[in-house]
């Protein structure tokens, strides 16, 4: 683990990561559904904003790699050793709140479209070019 966060300290490891974990080149969007409404963001703003505000550490028993923002975990890497295919060789979590805290903080515009669409940045051009 403590390879693996020297590894995530350099940002374009980092961004290849959230675009693999994330995205897997095959998602535009980062939707977070959260009381009863979804609220999109551009999948580089989202990305960009992880990379430039997350701050790479190990825990405290060096076995995670946890990513924080201004000290409050929003995500962290873990191995798991079970052979028996319940879990992955890495599980990779993210904290939900602080991750659509951090996003709505740093991606200012947004712009509902209705009830229970919101959308973000980059993000509004193309829901208003797209008939909902």
């Known amino acids: 683990m403590i390879k693996l966060k020297e590894f995530l300290l350099n940002e374009e490891n ?6 693999k974990s994330f995205f897997d080149e095959r998602v535009d ?8 409404a979804f ?9 960009n904003t992880f990379v ?6 190990n825990n405290s ?11 409050k975990l929003v995500a962290e890497l873990e191995c798991r050793t079970t052979d028996d295919g319940k879990y992955p060789a890495i599980l990779f979590n993210m904290l939900k709140r602080q991750a659509f805290n951090l996003l ?13 669409l919101c959308v ?10 797209y008939p909902l």
């Open 52 to 57: 430039k505000h997350l701050e790479v550490d």
């Open 39 to 47: 609220y999109a963001f551009d999948k580089e703003e989202t990305i």
């Open 104 to 116: 709505i903080e740093k991606i200012k515009l947004n712009k509902k479209f209705n009830p229970v």
């Open 61 to 71: 028993t060096f076995q995670k790699v946890v990513f924080k923002y201004h000290d």
């Open 29 to 36: 969007f980062f939707v977070i559904y959260d009381d009863e």
């Open 120 to 129: 973000y940045g980059k993000t509004i051009e193309y829901f208003e070019n």
């Open 14 to 19: 980092r961004f290849n990561f959230f675009n």
